[in-house]
């Protein structure tokens, strides 16, 4: 593996040095983790993160996958897992946001299989690359809707959350519609952050969308499809 071992050792130790004993009971509790927490919130942890990844530069995309995944794979604290998706986002490597990252991120939800890391993975990461290169990740995410994996059927079903006019209306009707009769909580409540998400930019298609589908919509999907809508 290329992994940047200084950048490893540097997120963990700042991390380490950021800690807040009194805070972390109280959000793994919240996330109902086995994983412990160092009990550093959102804003240091950003800090941290941005002040080692500019130390310390990843060469290539290899490099960048394998810190990436070491990170990951090796977390003794869950801030830990949220500096390697904050290393998946750099900037400095959007060019390595394309197809060939969807393994990274396939691995990051079906292991880390809760919503933190989910959400953020499917919307953030997956979504953008699904647009760019629509005609290769388009099929990829219609086979993670039938997927035994229920977070990966969640991500098909989010992923197009903030796309606006960039969404596949067609796609997202398909990735529901195997998903429609799951009793799933997570996803009956991605089919409805999906449909309420784009009911900012299109409640008609919505409306006639939750309206065409009659009961086969949870109560929960429908009563957040149309959240945005008035009804």
Not at 8 to 37: D, Q
Not at 67 to 73: D, N, P, Q, S, V
Not at 130 to 138: M, N
Request: charged fraction near 25%.
């Amino acid at each position: 593996m290329a992994t940047n071992r200084g950048l490893v050792t540097a997120i963990r130790e700042g991390l380490a040095a950021a800690a807040n004993p009194e805070k972390a009971p109280g959000m793994r509790a919240y996330m109902k983790s086995a994983m412990p927490y160092r009990g550093v919130q959102s804003a240091p942890l950003r800090q941290i993160c941005e002040e080692v990844f500019a130390r310390y530069p990843l060469a290539d995309r290899r490099m960048w996958t394998d810190t990436a995944l070491t990170l990951w794979r090796k977390a003794g604290f869950r801030e830990e897992m949220y500096a390697a998706r904050e290393l998946t986002g750099w900037k400095p490597y959007a060019s390595w946001q394309d197809p060939d990252a969807l393994p990274m991120y396939e691995e990051m939800v079906t292991s880390g299989a809760w919503w933190d890391h989910v959400d953020e993975v499917a919307i953030r990461r997956i979504g953008p690359i699904r647009r760019a290169y629509a005609e290769i990740v388009t099929p990829v995410v219609r086979n993670w809707s039938t997927h035994d994996d229920m977070w990966l059927r969640r991500t098909a079903i989010i992923c197009q959350v903030g796309a606006k006019a960039g969404t596949d209306y067609d796609l997202l009707a398909e990735v529901i519609e195997p998903n429609v009769d799951s009793r799933e909580f997570f996803i009956r409540k991605a089919i409805g952050w999906a449909l309420r998400d784009l009911a900012w930019h299109d409640p008609d298609w919505v409306v006639s969308y939750v309206d065409g589908m009659g009961d086969r919509l949870s109560g929960l999907s429908r009563r957040e499809a149309l959240k945005n809508v008035g009804r």
